[in-house]
């Protein structure tokens, strides 16, 4: 079985007396695309900055490459390769797309990152037309594009990605839903965080299902899609 990339064990996180996620535990194996559903409100996004160092844990811990990251900077992990696309883009709307993907760099001082931006401009050749636009000005789908990309810049171990495909037009839900699978098929590991269970289960090797702060249900992506009781809470059936 391939290296544990990520681990979090009984995971607690609360805001003030809110608790908002209440035990989770999951994990993601060196090049595995998972994916992380569940409703409005479940504790997705709060799993997500706890894991990335936004969210103090309240209790339980994450591992990352095998060793203990609780407590740690968001600087630090994403030096480390833990890097979060988050929800809502988060791109810098007053700076270019170029601009953008250097930031993506941050951590880095390496004399690759020309190269990086290429490679992101291969993927996104709409970004590369766009180059010298500020960020702020382009469409939902391009800015869901720039972040992947900034996130990608970071040079990702583990990709976490936060409902890409909110609020996009359904020709742009595809074309995201391709990138997340090309980045995957790169070769980078990914925890993917989708309302739209059905594309989100269609991609993953396997997934886990959340629900009010727990998860309540794991295992294979495709018998998650085939399992009754997912069908009918995140299916729509
Ligand atoms: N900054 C916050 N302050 C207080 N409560 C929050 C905050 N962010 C999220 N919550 C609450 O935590 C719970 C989980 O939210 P969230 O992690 O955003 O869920 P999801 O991403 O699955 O929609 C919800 O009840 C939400 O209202
Ligand atoms: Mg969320």
Same mark, same amino acid.
């Given at each position: ?18 608790? *908002? ?15 992380? +559903? ?9 799993? @997500?900055?706890?894991?990335?160092? +936004? ?6 811990? +994450? =591992? ?8 740690? %900077? ?6 480390? %390769? ?5 929800? %809502? ?7 270019? +797309? ?14 690759? #990152? ?8 291969? @993927? ?10 500020? *960020? ?9 594009? !720039? ?24 020709? &742009? ?7 997340? =699978? ?8 990914? @925890? !993917?965080? =989708? ?19 727990? #998860?309540? &249900?794991?295992?294979?992506?495709? *018998? ?10 995140? @299916?729509?059936?």
């Amino acid at each position: 079985m391939s290296q544990t990339m990520l681990k979090v064990s009984g995971l607690r996180v609360a805001y003030g007396g809110i608790q *908002a996620v209440k035990g989770a535990s999951l994990e993601v194996r060196q090049g595995e695309l998972v994916s992380l +559903i569940g409703a409005n409100g479940a504790g997705k996004t709060t799993t @997500l900055k706890a894991i990335t160092g +936004i969210q103090p844990v309240a209790d339980g811990d +994450i =591992e990352f490459l095998g060793r203990s990251i609780k407590g740690q %900077g968001a600087w630090d992990l994403v030096k480390q %390769g833990l890097v979060m696309v988050p929800e %809502g883009r988060g791109t810098f709307t007053r700076m270019t +797309i170029t601009e953008n993907l250097q930031m993506g760099a941050f951590t880095r001082n390496d004399k690759e #990152i020309e190269d990086d931006i290429e490679k992101v401009f291969t @993927l996104f050749p709409r970004l590369k037309e766009r180059r010298h636009q500020l *960020a702020g000005t382009m469409s939902g789908g391009e800015q869901q594009m !720039l972040a992947m990309g900034r996130a990608l810049m970071a040079r990702p171990k583990v990709l976490l990605m936060d409902e890409p495909s909110m609020g996009l037009s359904p020709i &742009m839900v595809d074309k995201i839903f391709e990138v997340v =699978e090309d980045i995957h098929k790169q070769g980078v590991t990914v @925890l !993917l965080v =989708e309302q739209n269970a059905s594309r989100a289960l269609q991609l993953a090797d396997r997934g886990y299902v959340m629900d009010s702060g727990e #998860i309540t &249900m794991e295992g294979e992506a495709k *018998a998650l899609l085939s399992d009754p009781k997912v069908r009918a809470a995140y @299916l729509g059936e």
